[in-house]
């Protein structure tokens, strides 16, 4: 079973920054299409942003020109730097890697982020 590590979540006032990271093995990094999902007390889980291994991004509108993901493959890790952080932001994030290639779906355990007001 594939594990994708998660780190860098915590607790920052509005308008604050943080930036998440997710490792992943070689093989399933360099063919996936990498992800940050985001899920909030009684909500659904909702897409933040991805990243294909061709480094093509995708956001939700919520966070366009305050996220940026992005990806070292090199090191076989994704980021997400989140910057002007808002209440609305706050929710356990999840890293994604999805592969037509490998027909695989893997999930990170979640960090939280909180962002106080």
């Known amino acids: 079973q594939e594990q994708l590590v998660e780190s860098g979540g915590g607790l920052v006032q509005t308008g604050g920054s943080l930036r998440l990271s997710c490792a992943a093995s070689r093989t399933i990094f360099a063919l996936s299409t990498m992800g940050w999902y985001r899920q909030a007390p009684g909500k659904q889980r909702d897409l933040v942003a991805t990243?294909?291994?061709?480094?093509?991004?995708m956001y939700a509108d919520s966070v366009k020109g305050r996220f940026t993901i992005s990806r070292d493959n090199a090191n076989n890790t994704m980021y997400l730097q989140m910057n002007s952080l808002k209440p609305e932001d706050t929710a356990v994030y999840y890293c994604?890697?999805?592969?037509?290639?490998?027909?695989?779906?893997?999930w990170g355990q979640g960090t939280q982020v909180t962002v106080s007001s």
């Open positions: 994604n890697a999805r592969s037509r290639t490998l027909y695989s779906d893997y």
């Open positions: 990243i294909s291994s061709g480094s093509r991004t």
